[in-house]
């Protein structure tokens, strides 16, 4: 039943992201942008790996709020996403074919704000989170992601000021995550304060 868990589906999230970023600060600090290496493309493979399993991550997570009791259907819809993931992956040639991947990406991202927003105006899931919080958070973080390419041309350096972006990724997504925690600390408190 973990499977069609929210919590578990968002802790899987946040751990894979936290895989994805520690692998850019590993590309940031040993390739460049123009590297050619079959190093680079093996660890800018991996890492868009790691970005398909994050999307469907969200995927599923936004998929649970929807159908929650249409497991077939959300599984099903899950899969054929992975394998649209999966082709991308082994057609892509070299960068410029992997960064297309982000086409992927954006349905999702829009699914995910949509679905959040959608939550708050109709008043649902108030008890668990601040849908309110989620759905801006991850908007910033979409505008972040559409600044990087402008970012990353200026500035000094090879990647110039694309860590700008990088900042508001991790200072969103932590946002994003004490918002998803919140409700369990409070109720931890009361439990610890009936306790002692």
Known sequence: RYFTDFPFIL????????????????????????STSAEYLAVLTFRYIILAINTIEMLFSV???WNRSRVLL??????GYSVAWMLWLLLAKGFSGLSRSLYLVAPVLVLVVATFAFTY??????????????????LVYVVSQLLRPMLSNMGSGDWGLSWICELIDLVVWLFIFFVFIE??????????EKSL
């Not at 802790?11 to 123009?34: E, Q």
């Not at 959300?74 to 899969?79: D, S, T, Y």
């Not at 409700?183 to 610890?192: A, D, E, G, I, R």
Request: glycine share 4%.
């Open 63 to 65: 998929l649970i709020i």
């Open 11 to 34: 802790a899987l999230m946040f751990l894979t992201l936290f895989v994805g970023k520690c692998l850019d600060l590993y590309i940031i600090m040993n390739f460049t942008r123009s």
């Open 183 to 192: 409700h369990s600390l409070q109720v931890m408190k009361k439990h610890l």
């Open 121 to 138: 105006f109709q008043k649902r899931l108030t008890s668990k989170f601040n849908s309110l919080h989620v759905t801006i958070g991850t």
């Open 74 to 79: 959300n599984f099903g819809i899950i899969a």
